[in-house]
């Protein structure tokens, strides 16, 4: 069965800190690595990743896959209290539908 | 930008009730995705739809069924609810079957007492 791990499951840090959040999958049939953030409502899409070693950016947020250890990361830089959150991690593979991660719920401190 | 629509956003069904939930997917995507999410869970995968079709299904109980209709829109149909139905249910849509980002609804939420 498709397994996707996400470490840590909680973090708290300070506002200004950088932030690097992992996911590890074990996968057949591999598409594609997905993160998503989600606010105690519906999951927003952050990045979709397919090829390894090819950042993703958007402002303070970057994402990279590594293919071939099975991995990805989600940086953010100068966080800042509103980027608190519980950041998911899903894979797509064969099936339609993504199967996801536990997250990591991400607590920014003034 | 238009999003996925969903509704009800909140609804409370007595066990062993039926419930019907309404996914409109983001203009022109024409496949749509069910989710699950229990408390403190993540999201689990049910169902999905591609141009009108079941497309795939996945952890979706047998007293749950669903479609998509002509306009793209689908209903998710749940009977005979139990206790453990409560949860928040998304829909999500892509731009296509091959399309892998999905953008997801805001959800319903479902409490049965």
């Known amino acids: 069965e498709d397994k996707v791990v996400q470490s840590p499951l909680s973090l708290v840090v300070h506002e200004g800190d950088t932030v690097t959040l992992n996911c590890s999958y074990e996968?057949?049939?591999?598409?594609?690595l997905l993160w998503y953030k989600q606010e105690k409502k519906a999951p927003t899409f952050l990045f979709m990743l397919t090829s390894s070693g090819i950042e993703k950016k958007s402002g303070r947020l970057s994402s990279i896959l590594d293919k071939k250890e099975l991995f990805s990361i989600l940086n953010i830089t100068a966080t800042q209290t509103g980027d608190s959150a519980v950041y998911l991690c899903a894979e797509r593979g064969g099936a339609d539908g993504l199967t996801f991660g536990k997250g990591t719920h991400l607590i920014i401190q003034p | 930008a238009a999003g996925v629509i969903q509704s009800p956003r909140h609804l409370i069904k007595e066990k062993r009730e039926t419930a019907t939930l309404k996914c409109y997917p983001i203009p022109r995507h024409d496949t749509v995705y069910w989710y699950q999410q229990g408390p403190g869970q993540d999201p689990q995968f049910l169902i999905s739809f591609y141009e009108k079709m079941q497309s795939d299904k996945g952890s979706i109980p047998d007293r749950f069924s669903a479609q998509q209709f002509s306009d793209y829109h689908s209903e998710l149909n749940m009977s005979s609810l139990e206790l453990g139905d409560s949860a928040l249910y998304f829909c999500?849509?892509?731009?296509?079957?091959?399309?892998?980002?999905?953008?997801f609804g805001p959800g319903t939420r479902l409490t049965v007492l």
């Open positions: 996968v057949t049939n591999f598409r594609s």
């Open positions: 999500a849509s892509s731009l296509s079957l091959t399309t892998d980002t999905q953008y």
